[in-house]
């Protein structure tokens, strides 16, 4: 009798097929979101599944499905995960980083620039037909190139970020990181460490891609805002949480920074409603890595963990990104 699995929500039918050679799998063809007893229902009986960040899986829904063995998140973030409770139980986790870098990286930067030269705006007054005649002033905001990029998060898609702002922009570049990077990372991305005060004060253009955690919560919130310039753009692209919505759009609407940018959502797929109501935001449903050569590749990369985690397949034992790789150890 084969392994069962469950793929928690919709994914590309061919690569979730790869899964059936191995397992009995349920997935979830109408894509519904389940609520966590409705998760754990589905659960139950499997030792392995293949979730996304709207599945949370905490030590109640460990503890509910004792068979459990191993979560493989189609995401690089895993903050709907809770990784210590796993490992203690012995559960392997894993992600989906690498194949998504570059493409990330190319959205933090279209939603910067989108945010900065008013591109979602104007198109909105062009659309309402308000566009009868040109002005010198018109939708006038503010250059990217040889403008000082601040990237909060240096990880993979922080630094693929500084790399475009850098070498295809001439920005100068700076970060703050909990810990400094090498120096030949530095100079690779043409980067350097600042302390979040300085990042606040002289970014031009603020991305924001530091992972969400306990730590991370509102690491931007109205004290930051209040350092940042009056002309300054702020782009998220990390996970809602990590800004503070609510002072953002106060900023905003109160021109205390010029834009923003903004990908994730703290309690997405709600947005706050104030930020519906700013015209100086950009707004998009989560999608920084959808291409769909990235998204298959997630998919694609979640399928090989599953199948490896469990046994299986010519890398047996041995998943290619496992998040706590301790548990495979013992
Ligand atoms: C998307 O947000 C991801 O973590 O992959």
């Not at 709907?80 to 990330?104: K, S």
């Amino acid at each position: 009798m084969p392994d069962r699995v469950l793929v928690a929500r919709a994914a590309f039918p061919d690569i979730v097929d790869r899964l059936r050679a191995h397992f009995e799998v349920e997935d979830n063809p109408g894509d519904t979101v389940w609520t966590p007893a409705q998760l754990i229902e589905r659960l139950q009986g499997k030792r392995g599944a293949v979730t996304t960040g709207s599945e949370r899986i905490d030590a109640a829904v460990l503890a509910a499905c004792p068979e459990l063995e191993a979560v493989c998140n189609m995401a690089v973030g895993y903050n709907n995960i809770d990784v210590e409770a796993c490992t203690a139980r012995g559960v392997i986790v894993t992600n989906t980083p690498d194949v998504l870098t570059e493409t990330t990286a190319d959205f933090g930067f279209a939603l910067m620039m989108a945010a900065s030269r008013r591109i979602a705006e104007s198109e909105h007054y062009l659309r309402r037909g308000e566009w009868t005649q040109w002005r010198y002033d018109m939708f006038t905001g503010t250059d990217v190139h040889g403008a000082t990029l601040g990237i909060l998060g240096m990880g993979r898609i922080g630094q693929a970020i500084a790399r475009r702002g850098a070498l295809g922009f001439g920005m100068r570049v700076i970060y703050h990181n909990r810990s400094k990077l090498g120096s030949d990372v530095e100079a690779a991305c043409r980067a350097s460490w600042v302390d979040k005060h300085t990042l606040l004060r002289e970014a031009d253009h603020l991305v924001i891609v530091v992972p969400y955690s306990a730590a991370s919560h509102h690491a931007v919130g109205a004290a930051e805002l209040a350092l940042m310039k009056p002309t300054a753009t702020l782009t998220n692209i990390a996970r809602g949480g990590v800004v503070d919505d609510a002072a953002l759009a106060r900023a905003l609407r109160e021109r205390r920074i010029a834009a923003a940018g903004l990908d994730v959502f703290e309690g997405e797929p709600r947005v706050h409603p104030d930020l519906l109501t700013v015209p100086n935001v950009v707004l998009t449903p989560h999608i920084a890595s959808a291409s769909v050569t990235t998204r298959r590749a997630m998919a694609s990369l979640a399928v090989d963990n599953l199948i490896a985690a469990l046994g299986q397949g010519p890398s047996a034992g041995k998943p290619p990104t496992p998040v706590n790789p301790e548990v495979l150890r013992t």
